[in-house]
């Protein structure tokens, strides 16, 4: 299997830790937005989030949490914080090992979301909540 996070997990290839567990890495993006962009990845090799079980998932985001107050306390600039995933390759996840993107952010640093022709225009209520229905089948 040639996937760079596990490289990474079994020491095989560099990185800049942050954080280490049995379970969980955080190092710093090789090609970082701003100062201080780091990773959140799990070691368990999984493409998509929704493959990882409750536990895993569960100690992924208490680690973006702790490592996004650790962002705003260390002294870098971080006015604010983008938490990212790109959960399947039509969002841009490039590497096939699912990450959490922990992006500190400040007043013109150049990046940005861009949105669809239209995305002013509002959806009217009941198409809102025709959606909504859909998505609670699926919930179950
Ligand atoms: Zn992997």
């Known amino acids: 299997m040639?996937?760079?996070?596990?490289?990474?997990?079994?020491?095989?290839?560099?990185a800049s830790?942050?954080?280490?567990?049995?379970?969980m890495l955080a190092f710093?993006?090789?090609?970082?937005?701003?100062?201080?962009?780091l990773l959140v990845v799990p070691r368990i090799h999984r493409m998509?989030?929704?493959?990882?079980?409750?536990?895993?998932?569960?100690?992924?985001?208490?680690?973006?949490?702790?490592?996004?107050?650790?962002?705003?306390h260390s002294g870098l600039p971080v006015e604010g914080i983008n938490i990212l995933v790109a959960d399947g390759e039509a969002?841009?996840?490039d590497v096939p090992h699912f990450h959490v993107h922990v992006i500190p952010r400040n007043p013109g640093d150049g990046f940005g979301?861009?949105?669809?022709?239209?995305?002013?225009?509002?959806?009217p209520r009941p198409e809102l909540d025709a959606v909504a229905a859909t998505v609670r089948t699926a919930l179950g």
């Not at 979301?113 to 959806?123: A, K, N, V």
């Open 113 to 123: 979301l861009t949105f669809p022709p239209g995305y002013e225009d509002m959806p």
């Open 28 to 37: 710093m993006d090789i090609q970082p937005v701003n100062r201080g962009h």
């Open 48 to 72: 998509l989030m929704h493959e990882y079980d409750d536990v895993t998932l569960h100690r992924t985001w208490q680690l973006v949490g702790r490592l996004a107050l650790a962002l705003r």
């Open 2 to 14: 040639d996937c760079v996070f596990c490289e990474i997990a079994r020491g095989e290839s560099p």
């Open 91 to 93: 969002a841009f996840q």
């Open 17 to 23: 830790f942050v954080y280490r567990d049995d379970a």
